[in-house]
């Protein structure tokens, strides 16, 4: 048993940024492990996709095709995967932490008597994996225990995807062997909600609410704000999961990515999930009461108290400035 | 339709979070608890479910006595019965050793259907509903936001990035994970509360169903996250922070 298996996503025929992120992983895990970096493509046909890893620093890349595999099922990954590994026997096996890989690889993992170390945002010699804990407020340090390949999923943003050098690898095939018997879903094609009438993305000046605001009732405070600058209203999930904003107000991974000016995030934690829609914004001001709430690791400006006393003030004050 | 689902007992949002002496968990003496937010809407999902197509709700829990509250609040919010695997070591167990437990439970009710929260909100490994599926041979969806019954099985609303969903037909018996937001929450009303009381709890220890495994992967310490950034904290009255901060953005940022 040898090796590092890392599997790639491709969609639409492309790379994605998180994908090159886990080759990145991969190859740090490499340089502690001394281990070489296979990269693995699932689909029906993955030559354009491939060709793009092999002009990379990796060491080889595996073509894992079948027709069954044209579009993603959990049943059709799982056996393929499981096939490959059998076959190479690795000692590690990277994703990159999609919607996707949440949904097959804790079965994968379970089929080896292993568990996932998921979402990892760092790792050390040892190797040991960093992952958080509690929704961003404590990290845990992870180690992988006994014999079997270690399964690990990489947080999107945590490893340089520019780290990755080029290079010139070879490319092998694998054809699992997979019946339509064996595909017990059937996906339909993916689709959005109605049509948009708020565009975020485009947006300078972003007031973001989140579940610190207690009610519904209480929200004119923020708009009030949003108004006095002139600036959109956002919020985090659990504002529009309760129907109070619709949801495509909604910044965060399952929702919009804004990368305004001017970021405020009021009574909002913090939570992975919304930072990756926001993190790329010029400048973050956070208003939290908690001073070790995880939005003040990537916060410029910050005011610990409470919002409803900072709220109204910095209305007041912004309209004053404005005059 | 029977339908198992499976909740779990974490602390309290806004619980203040202390690392212990041994620097492997929180301090626990002194947290609150609450159902984990999306197992929350799992049993919302499992109850509606039940008053469209009728059938049963049973709720399964794996935890020390305290979990016992949340078991509790499940049945008041119209669970028929309840499962508690009393087990004092979950914290020692990876995500596959927790499943296992919970499989275990699962197996002798033969349900229709298996819902899980998609993750919690304190380990957040997001794995469990998955390796449920895969223990019990089950096909399943994960970050499901609605199910309907179809006349195959059932057709689920499945989040995916960016706003994008997908609709998936499965077969029952299924197993899911629910994403938080597809339903309204009901509360517990009095009545159900009241009733809950005389409602069944059965509680099984935990070395019944499995031996404590020897875990694939081990938690090796906690710590405070690193700071990425600087943040510039403004201090003083939330008018003068207000102030400041008004000054800044004029001044620094460049953005009024
Ligand atoms: C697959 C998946 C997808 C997700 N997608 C998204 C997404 O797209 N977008 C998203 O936002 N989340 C998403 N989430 C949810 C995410 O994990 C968090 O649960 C969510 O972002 C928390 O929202 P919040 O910060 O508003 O609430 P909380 O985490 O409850 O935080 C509330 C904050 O308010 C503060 N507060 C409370 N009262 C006051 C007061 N009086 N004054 C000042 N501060 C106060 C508290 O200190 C706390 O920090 C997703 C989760 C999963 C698992």
Same mark, same amino acid.
């Given at each position: 048993m040898s090796g590092i298996l890392v599997v790639l996503e491709d969609r639409e025929g492309r790379i994605g940024r998180i994908s090159w992120e886990a080759v990145a992983a991969a190859l740090q895990l490499s340089s502690f492990a001394r281990q070489p970096v296979h990269a693995a493509l699932l689909g029906a046909d993955t030559s354009t996709v491939a060709a793009a890893v092999a002009a990379k620093a990796v060491d080889g890349v595996v073509r894992v095709e079948h027709p069954l595999l044209q579009s993603y099922t959990s049943d059709g990954y799982t056996h393929a995967l499981e096939q490959l590994i059998r076959a190479r026997q690795p000692d590690f096996v990277v994703f990159p932490h999609t919607y996707q890989v949440r949904d097959f690889t804790p079965a994968l993992a379970a089929r080896f008597g292993q568990s996932l170390i998921g979402d990892v945002t760092s790792i050390a010699d040892g190797p040991l994996f960093t992952r958080q804990l509690m929704q961003g407020r404590l990290t845990g340090t992870y180690r992988h225990n006994g014999s079997g390949p270690c399964f690990v999923s990489v947080q999107s943003g945590a490893f340089r995807s520019d780290s990755v050098t080029t290079g010139t690898a070879p490319v092998e095939s694998f054809t699992p062997s997979l019946e339509a018997a064996q595909i017990r879903t059937r996906p339909g094609a993916p689709f959005r909600a109605a #049509?948009?009438?708020? =565009?975020?993305?485009?947006?300078q000046l972003i007031v973001s609410v989140g579940r610190g605001i207690k009610e519904a009732d209480n929200l004119p405070l923020v708009q009030d704000l949003a108004a006095a600058l002139g600036a959109e209203l956002a919020a985090s999930r659990p504002i529009c999961d309760n129907g109070w904003l619709p949801m495509e107000r909604q910044v965060g991974s399952s929702g919009q990515t804004v990368a305004p000016k001017v970021y405020i995030a009021i009574g909002i934690s913090g939570a992975i999930q919304h930072l990756v829609g926001m993190k790329a914004s010029q400048c973050i001001v956070a208003i939290n009461? =908690?001073? =070790? #709430?995880? /939005?003040f690791e990537v916060a410029d400006y910050g005011i610990v108290g409470d919002l409803f006393e900072v709220v109204p003030a910095l209305t007041a004050a912004i309209k004053a400035a404005k005059q | 339709m029977k339908i198992v689902v499976a909740i779990k007992q974490v602390p309290e949002r806004d619980a203040p979070v202390r690392i212990d002496a041994a620097g492997r968990? /929180?301090?626990?003496?002194d947290l609150q608890w609450a159902l984990n937010e999306s197992d929350a809407y799992a049993l919302e999902e499992a109850l509606q479910l039940k008053e469209l197509h009728g059938g049963e709700v049973v709720v399964l829990s794996a935890g020390p006595e305290r979990v016992g509250s949340t078991i509790r609040e499940a049945l008041a919010k119209g669970a028929d019965r309840a499962i508690h695997i009393d087990c004092e070591d979950l914290g020692q167990r990876d995500a596959l050793g927790v499943a296992r437990l919970l499989a275990t439970a699962i197996q002798p009710e033969d349900p229709d259907l298996v819902l899980t929260g998609l993750q919690s909100d304190d380990l957040g490994y997001g794995q469990t509903g998955v390796i449920l599926a895969e223990l019990l041979n089950l096909p399943h969806a994960s970050l499901i936001l609605h199910v309907e019954k179809s006349d195959t099985g059932i057709t689920v609303k499945r989040e995916l990035e960016e706003g994008w969903f997908q609709n998936i037909d499965l077969p029952l018996p299924a197993a899911l994970t629910i994403q938080s937001g597809g339903a309204k929450l009901r509360y517990a009303t009095l009545m159900g509360i009241k009733r809950a009381k005389t409602k069944e709890v059965r509680r099984i220890a935990a070395a019944e169903l499995s031996a404590p495994p020897e875990a694939a992967v081990v938690l090796d310490r906690i710590a405070l996250p690193q700071k990425q950034k600087i943040t510039q904290v403004l201090s003083g009255s939330a008018q003068e922070a207000a102030a400041a901060l008004v000054e800044k953005l004029k001044f620094e940022v460049h953005a009024l």
């Open positions: #049509a948009q009438t708020v =565009d975020l993305g485009s947006a009461k =908690d001073p =070790d #709430a995880p /939005i | 968990w /929180i301090e626990e003496a």
